[in-house]
């Protein structure tokens, strides 16, 4: 099982969490910019974020044999506020960097006229810059919140092969799924989405244009789920090849949309050398129990 996860949040996670996803086959990931769980007070701290993620966190993320990429925006919950706007002035220059793989997350938390104007502002840099879009629905009201940002997408003029709607669940995959657009899931152990759900979904509805993410933020989270969705996948008869597609080929193809992605093999690490069982292994056990198996490049740190 090789697995790329097109949507987590190294920032707050350990290496201890570097080791575990790659004894369990995540071999490339992609970053997010996000809320950091308390208010930003100047456009400073998101400059200093960017810079982060688009240097020390690629670097960190290397020494245990995983590539790196990022998208880059100004968050749904601080688009409501005046003192990080700002950073929308800033945000081209660093459109530009070579790891930047995607806009995002953009969207809606509160659903305001403010978060309307830098959804419909990130869309027209996505066009410009010719990248794909991470899009955040709403955690409230989130069945109007995603049928009003398909609109805002429709308005925008951007290509909804371009774009993927995250955190989507039961109720709103099958408007997406009529858009074109990417559907994208987070897994997470009590909210949003678990495995069975998510394997059942992709009995219903297939393979094609889907996502899925261990989102793994500050909160309680799991980054091996995108594994054990997986094994989860395998328990009810999907092949090898059909979780290889969700976890692997489908991410790849959304953000190679962009030009820039890098899955060749990292010095001392082979990208291709993943698990190939899926139940009653190390992906099914916790992070403390596969850190260990992980190999580690000579001279990284630990």
Known sequence: MRIFDPHIHMTSR???????????????????????GQPRTNV?????????????????????GIRHHCALALNPKEANDPRCREVMA?????????????????????????EDEVLEAHLALAIEHGLPVIVHTPHRDKKHG???????????????????????????????????????????????????????????YGTERVLVNSAADWGRSDPLLTAKTGAAMVDVGFTADDVDTVLWQNPVDFFAQSGRLDLSPLPGFDLASAPDTFS???????????????PVAEGAAR
């Open 44 to 64: 400073g701290s998101y400059i200093d974020y960017f810079d982060a993620l688009t240097g020390w966190e690629r670097f960190r993320a290397s020494q245990f």
């Open 90 to 114: 800033e945000l081209p220059r660093f459109l530009r960097r070579e790891s930047v793989v995607a806009i995002g997350e953009t969207g809606y938390d509160s659903m305001t006229p403010e």
């Open 280 to 294: 009653g292994n190390s992906i099914l056990r916790g992070a403390a129990d596969v850190a260990a198996q992980a």
């Open 146 to 204: 995603t049928r009003r940002t398909l609109e805002v997408i429709a308005h925008s003029g951007i290509a909804p092969e371009l774009v993927v709607l995250d955190h989507l669940n039961e109720v709103t995959i099958e408007m997406v799924k009529q858009s074109g657009a990417w559907m994208g899931f987070s897994i997470y152990p009590d909210t949003k989405m678990d495995p069975h759900r998510m394997v059942a979904l992709l009995q219903q």
């Open 14 to 36: 350990t290496t201890d969490d570097y080791e575990a996803m790659y004894a369990a086959g995540v071999r490339a990931l992609v970053e997010p910019s996000f809320w950091l």
